[in-house]
């Protein structure tokens, strides 16, 4: 199997979004819904990639681009319709060269289409031999999709679009996904005359196909798997099926071993994996690269992004960004980790903790409400509560380094760049500005003033 071609449409607005971006750069499960369409048609290797854009042009193909180092941009003018923007693709195709052999062509507003459906479909074309083939689905409800119209034989006669349809056409519950292979040649004939007389004005590329049933055999697969295939047109179809794959995502992972208390309210991106016997409490939102190892216990009501949380580690009620937490460490209650934190095994970030770029050793605990920004920290030090590294002057940032066996007082403040050797104690309320040798005990001295008589006697 061979694709000398492959054609994504993502030139619509999109309108029903009522969005000031394209529908095809919203999001679903991590990722555009151009990113996942374009990543699913990638996997089955065409000779070329092209994606038709228009509204939004140079925004559109910038995501492409960044989805896709070796995609053709091809830019559809302001005669609408699917149907034009394959000439356009074909026309800038045949420009660059010419193609021969099967042509795939796919919307972009269909999230879950996946390659091996699509690998299935230019399969089920090759071997039958059809000069254009439709990928269908059944719905209970077609109501907004083209309908198959087929023959006696059961070979497909045309497509039907909704506001063309009457009202027998109307009852047929097969639609068209706007998915489909064309031999090239056959293509190229098909889409010449194609006309604007129907009632939203636009070039159809369903009008092509009977044109190409003059010509060759039109045949229809039938996606295996409906979900696949469901367009999303506006925001309430988009929750809907984000909620039906979101469930679909869950049950892989309870099968995995994987406890989902309630898979309701825990959200999971394609690309994040959970150890066996992890739990995952709700109020839970898994995504991008999040890596989760067994035995973790994680939430109710965290976030975690591109996270790596290890065996046996917790994290509750806190927000983790790009951070690497070791084995059996706890994190939370109410501790953000912005990007860039180590975490040691056996390791605490408390309540109310913020932590940038730190380095935490094995068994080192902070507490609680301190901030830990562009340091270090040894091994099996304690951080009192209220402790703050000022690692910012306003126009550098500097590191802190805290080594092992440390017992920081509370409300200290560390102004770096400045280090702290092994075994050293802070007094509460400590201003360290210089290096603290090891095994040393440091604090900052500071006057205390009583003013008597201070308030006027009506405000006593």
């Given at each position: 199997?061979?694709?000398?071609?492959?054609?994504?449409?993502?030139?619509?607005e999109?309108?029903?979004?009522?969005?000031?971006?394209?529908?095809?750069?919203?999001t679903?499960?991590?990722?555009?819904?151009?990113?996942?369409v374009?990543?699913?048609?990638?996997?089955?290797?065409?000779?070329?990639?092209?994606?038709?854009?228009?509204?939004?042009?140079?925004?559109?193909?910038?995501?492409?681009?960044?989805?896709?180092?070796?995609?053709?941009?091809?830019?559809?003018?302001?005669?609408?319709?699917?149907?034009?923007?394959?000439?356009c693709?074909?026309?800038?195709?045949?420009e660059?060269?010419?193609?021969n052999?099967?042509?795939?062509?796919?919307?972009?507003?269909?999230?879950l289409?996946?390659?091996a459906?699509?690998?299935?479909?230019?399969?089920?074309?090759?071997?039958?031999?059809?000069?254009?083939?439709?990928?269908?689905?059944?719905?209970?409800?077609?109501?907004?999709?083209?309908?198959?119209?087929?023959?006696?034989q059961?070979?497909?006669?045309?497509?039907?679009?909704?506001?063309?349809?009457?009202?027998?056409?109307?009852?047929?519950?097969?639609?068209?996904?706007?998915v489909?292979?064309?031999?090239?040649?056959?293509?190229?004939?098909?889409?010449?005359?194609?006309?604007?007389?129907?009632?939203?004005?636009?070039?159809?590329?369903?009008d092509?196909?009977?044109?190409?049933?003059?010509?060759?055999?039109?045949?229809?697969?039938?996606?295996?798997?409906?979900?696949?295939?469901?367009?999303?047109?506006?925001?309430?179809?988009?929750?809907?099926?984000?909620?039906?794959?979101?469930?679909?995502?869950?049950?892989?992972?309870?099968?995995?071993?994987?406890?989902?208390?309630?898979?309701?309210?825990?959200?999971?991106?394609?690309?994040?994996?959970i150890?066996?016997d992890?739990?995952?409490?709700?109020?839970?939102f898994?995504?991008?690269?999040?890596?989760?190892?067994?035995?973790?216990?994680?939430?109710?009501?965290?976030?975690?992004?591109?996270?790596?949380?290890?065996?046996?580690?917790?994290?509750?009620?806190?927000r983790?960004?790009?951070?690497?937490?070791?084995?059996?460490?706890?994190?939370?209650p109410w501790?953000?980790?912005?990007?860039?934190n180590e975490?040691?095994?056996?390791a605490?970030a408390?309540?109310?903790?913020?932590?940038?770029k730190?380095?935490?050793?094995?068994?080192?605990?902070?507490p609680?409400?301190?901030y830990?920004g562009?340091?270090q920290?040894?091994d099996?030090?304690?951080?009192?509560?209220?402790?703050?590294?000022?690692?910012?002057?306003g126009?550098?940032?500097?590191?802190?380094?805290?080594?092992?066996?440390?017992?920081?007082?509370?409300?200290?403040?560390?102004?770096?760049?400045?280090?702290?050797?092994?075994?050293?104690?802070?007094g509460?309320?400590?201003?360290?500005?210089?290096?603290?040798?090891?095994?040393?005990m440091?604090?900052?001295?500071?006057?205390?003033?009583?003013?008597?008589?201070?308030?006027?006697?009506?405000?006593?």
């Amino acid at each position: 199997m061979t694709l000398s071609a492959a054609i994504v449409l993502a030139a619509g607005e999109g309108t029903r979004m009522r969005s000031n971006k394209p529908k095809v750069l919203h999001t679903f499960a991590g990722k555009t819904f151009l990113n996942r369409v374009m990543n699913s048609v990638a996997a089955l290797e065409p000779a070329t990639l092209a994606v038709v854009v228009h509204f939004q042009a140079e925004r559109v193909a910038e995501a492409a681009r960044s989805y896709n180092e070796h995609v053709t941009i091809v830019n559809q003018d302001d005669i609408p319709g699917t149907g034009r923007a394959v000439q356009c693709a074909m026309s800038q195709l045949a420009e660059n060269g010419g193609i021969n052999g099967p042509v795939l062509i796919a919307a972009s507003d269909m999230p879950l289409l996946d390659s091996a459906t699509l690998r299935q479909l230019v399969e089920f074309h090759t071997v039958s031999g059809n000069g254009a083939t439709v990928l269908t689905t059944i719905l209970d409800d077609p109501t907004g999709y083209g309908r198959i119209i087929r023959d006696p034989q059961g070979n497909v006669l045309r497509i039907v679009e909704q506001k063309d349809a009457n009202r027998s056409e109307l009852a047929v519950q097969e639609v068209n996904t706007s998915v489909y292979v064309f031999d090239a040649k056959l293509l190229a004939r098909a889409i010449a005359d194609l006309k604007s007389n129907n009632a939203q004005g636009e070039f159809y590329l369903t009008d092509a196909l009977e044109t190409a049933r003059s010509a060759g055999k039109v045949g229809a697969f039938t996606a295996p798997d409906p979900l696949t295939v469901e367009g999303v047109n506006d925001r309430v179809q988009l929750a809907a099926l984000a909620r039906t794959y979101n469930r679909r995502v869950c049950e892989h992972w309870m099968r995995e071993g994987v406890t989902i208390l309630d898979p309701e309210t825990t959200w999971i991106e394609d690309d994040v994996t959970i150890g066996r016997d992890a739990t995952i409490l709700p109020g839970s939102f898994l995504q991008g690269h999040t890596v989760i190892g067994e035995d973790a216990m994680i939430g109710p009501y965290t976030t975690l992004i591109d996270a790596v949380v290890d065996d046996g580690a917790t994290v509750e009620r806190s927000r983790v960004q790009e951070s690497h937490i070791g084995a059996r460490t706890n994190i939370g209650p109410w501790t953000y980790l912005r990007p860039g934190n180590e975490f040691g095994e056996d390791a605490k970030a408390g309540a109310f903790v913020e932590m940038k770029k730190a380095h935490i050793g094995n068994g080192t605990k902070v507490p609680h409400l301190s901030y830990v920004g562009d340091a270090q920290l040894g091994d099996h030090t304690n951080i009192g509560g209220g402790t703050i590294t000022a690692n910012y002057d306003g126009v550098h940032k500097s590191r802190t380094r805290i080594g092992s066996g440390c017992h920081v007082g509370a409300g200290n403040l560390f102004v770096a760049p400045v280090e702290v050797g092994d075994n050293v104690t802070t007094g509460a309320g400590s201003v360290v500005r210089h290096a603290v040798p090891s095994d040393t005990m440091v604090y900052s001295e500071n006057t205390q003033h009583n003013v008597e008589g201070w308030k006027p006697a009506w405000e006593r």
